[in-house]
């Protein structure tokens, strides 16, 4: 199982890259926002970063509008042609709770269509959203995949609800986010903070979620400016899938 960490265009991706690596991080999952940089721009920065450590996971930015779509269309476009792998595309719902299922289903299948185009997996992440509403997207969209993100479910979901959640789509899920915070029903409360640092348990949720049969990545989705906290929280992840599924480890590394 590959660990990884989050980095953005923001900072200085190529010094973030030398200090992950020098802490033994698989890979970054570069996040993009908007506005998104000149393509030429966007390739230099991520090329100069791939011959320090891979970026296999891409999170996208959002796209609430139309003409946005060709923004994510031409980042899609620009970073699979540039790859030597294929690469995994996170995005989430656009909008949040004030765009309707029809509007957010006929964003995702403009996604989908970008994704069957160059021939990448799009994995939708949750947050507020129900196992329903879930059940729903995989329904009309056969082909999508989901990141399940841990902290979020946290926010809004019992234990046993999570476990549920990651009982009924483990087929579908292909990436997965690890970060804590202490609930709190909202996204204001989406602290990111380091491993430990929460209420979260993660000892079950993982034990479930490494029976995925397609997840090959984790990102430990901390946003922690002392590197010492970054660390600590790294070594506590690898030695949770280490101590308690290192042989299943092995065995889909």
């Not at 920065?45 to 011959?51: F, Q, S």
């Not at 994995?123 to 969209?141: D, G, V, Y």
């Not at 409360?189 to 209420?199: E, F, Q, T």
């Amino acid at each position: 199982m590959k660990i990884g960490v989050p980095a953005s265009l923001d900072s200085d991706l190529i010094e973030e890259a030398l200090k992950f690596k020098g802490m033994g991080t698989d890979f970054i999952e570069l996040n993009l926002t908007q506005p998104i940089p000149e393509e030429d721009e966007l390739l230099d920065r991520t090329a100069v970063v791939e011959r320090i450590i891979p970026l296999p996971v891409i999170h996208l930015p959002e796209v609430s509008a139309r003409h946005e779509m060709k923004v994510l269309k031409d980042v899609v476009e620009a970073i699979s042609n540039s790859s030597s792998y294929r690469k995994i595309f996170v995005t989430h719902l656009f909008g949040g709770r004030e765009i309707s299922l029809w509007q957010k289903k006929r964003a995702l299948n403009e996604v989908l269509r970008i994704a069957e185009e160059y021939d990448v997996p799009i994995a939708l992440e949750n947050k507020s959203e129900s196992r329903i509403f879930f059940r729903k997207m995989f329904q009309a969209f056969p082909d999508l995949n989901m990141c399940f993100d841990i902290g979020h479910a946290h926010l809004y979901f019992p234990e046993s609800e999570i476990l549920q959640f990651i009982k009924e789509f483990s087929d579908r899920i292909i990436h997965l986010h690890v970060h804590d915070n202490f609930g709190g029903g909202s996204d204001e409360w989406d602290l990111h903070l380091p491993l430990g640092m929460g209420s979260t348990d993660f000892k079950p949720l993982l034990e479930e979620a490494i029976k995925c049969p397609r997840l090959k990545t984790i990102t430990m989705e901390v946003i922690c400016f002392d590197d010492d906290y970054m660390f600590l929280s790294l070594n506590k992840l690898r030695r949770m899938i280490k101590r308690e599924f290192g042989q299943k480890d092995r065995a889909t590394d």
